[in-house]
């Protein structure tokens, strides 16, 4: 079956521009992650929704950050006022229901997103 | 603040051989273990789940978990040049009525032909 699909694959912005990034998940997955990888880092959580729950947020690092899961499928990351140390490739994750233990999480190919 | 550490090296070993990543991690109430392969550029890719003490073997991999330990290990058996990657322990933990899947920074593993 299709895997996790994000959009766009690359997105170049000027600084001070909001940008939207989407993903949509594996279908029947209800567990959805972002994630920010910066050049040669690791991966920083940003936020964590879990059907219709309340997401964790915890993550987000500024209030520039904000994102929404329309339907408990396809998530929307936005990013408004956009700043150089914005620029990293964006990682959607999502996995099924979180019950029990099955709860592999299984990642798109990335958003590469550069502010110049 | 939940944590996962692995050394970053980079691991150097010769086609062929085993090699041994490690992990630690730092909550103790953690269930779910995993590890993510991740080549330059790419996005991770899952390559093991371990959920109890002991061995879980797949193929050519065996992840090893000692929960009194707080550690989890990978082996590659038989090691080959497209081993050459960057792997990454996961570790899925609750709070708070929600889920936070940590990853840790990534061990840069290199098989030499």
């Known amino acids: 079956g299709a895997g996790v699909s994000q959009s766009p694959s690359n997105k170049v912005t000027e600084k001070g521009k909001d940008v939207e990034l989407r993903c949509d998940p594996i279908?029947?997955?209800?567990?959805l992650y972002w994630y920010r990888q910066s050049l040669g880092q690791g991966l920083e959580f940003l936020i964590y929704f879990q059907g219709n729950s309340a997401p964790d947020k915890s993550g987000l690092p500024s209030d520039r950050f904000s994102a929404e899961r329309t339907g408990g499928s396809v998530s929307t990351l936005t990013i408004q006022r956009t700043q150089q140390e914005d620029s990293a490739v964006y990682l959607c994750?999502?996995?099924?229901?979180?019950?029990?233990?099955?709860?592999?999480?299984?990642f798109g190919q990335g958003t590469r997103l550069t502010v110049v | 603040q939940k944590e996962v550490e692995q050394n970053s090296g980079p691991l150097s070993v010769p086609e062929g051989a085993i090699a041994s990543l490690n992990c630690t991690y730092s909550?103790?109430?953690?269930?779910?273990f995993f590890w993510y392969r991740q080549y330059s550029g790419k996005s991770p890719e899952l390559i093991m789940s371990?959920?109890?003490?002991g061995d879980k073997e797949d193929g050519r991999f065996t992840a090893q978990l000692n929960k009194a330990s707080q550690y989890v290990s990978l082996l590659i058996r038989d090691s080959q040049p497209s081993d050459s990657a960057t792997y990454l322990c996961a570790v899925l933990h609750s709070g708070a009525g929600s889920y936070q899947l940590t990853f840790g920074k990534g061990t840069k593993l290199s098989v030499i032909p």
């Open positions: 994750a999502s996995s099924p229901p979180i019950q029990g233990l099955n709860t592999e999480a299984f």
């Open positions: 279908s029947g997955h209800t567990a």
């Open positions: 909550d103790r109430g953690s269930q779910s």
């Open positions: 371990i959920y109890s003490n």
